[in-house]
């Protein structure tokens, strides 16, 4: 594993257990086994990392709707992306939780890390809108890609803070995706 991937696996980890305030240069060398001044030779501290974090994250989150070929996306195909985009929240929770408000109470995304969220809303809008009617304007395009992705990203989040299902068996991604095909036949029947 080389240098940067320990740095970032670090910083993943204390996130997860600490939040933002467990993330310093200190504590993410501690964790990788490598110097404060190797982290800096990668990043340029704490802002450099949670960015990279972050980028990360969103780039994971476009990726993983990455099912639909030009054109017109059937019903599945969008479930396809919503699954695609919670498993990157079952998997990558630490990036998630960043990129989606849990982050350091000092950070700013960089210009490169809000260009990487807009590209992943983009490919949203793109995946969602492509759904709808060749007729739908970019208002209604938009309007759906923010409905799905609050339903998956409420079923995400929930799953992240789950204290009220003591011993029940959820399955939060049926659970989502069932909530996003009910909107998606809505949307058909309207």
Avoid at 26 to 36: D, E, Q, V, Y
Avoid at 112 to 138: N, P, T, W
Avoid at 167 to 177: N, R, S, V, Y
Wanted: hydrophobic fraction near 45%.
């Amino acid at each position: 594993m080389d240098a940067r991937t320990k740095i970032l696996n670090a910083a993943s980890e204390l996130f997860l257990e600490g939040g933002g305030d467990a993330l310093s240069v200190r504590a993410i060398s501690k964790r990788a086994g490598l110097s404060t001044i190797g982290i800096y030779s990668h990043f340029q501290g704490k802002q450099g990392i949670l960015d990279a974090l972050y980028i990360e994250g969103f780039n994971l989150v476009r990726e993983a709707m990455d099912v639909i070929p030009e054109g017109r996306a059937s019903k599945e195909q969008v479930l396809e992306a919503c699954l695609g985009h919670l498993n990157v929240g079952e998997k990558y929770e630490a990036h998630y939780r960043l990129i989606f408000g849990e982050s350091d109470a000092g950070y700013q995304p960089s210009i490169e890390a809000i260009a990487a969220r807009d590209s992943a809303f983009s490919k949203l809008v793109r995946v969602a809108g492509s759904y709808l009617s060749e007729e739908a304007s970019v208002t209604q395009r938009r309007q759906i890609a923010l409905d799905i992705w609050a339903i998956v990203h409420g079923y995400v989040s929930i799953s992240h803070h789950v204290v009220f299902a003591d011993g029940l068996e959820l399955d939060w991604k049926t659970m989502a995706l069932r909530v996003v095909e009910v909107q998606l036949d809505a949307i058909k029947s309207s």
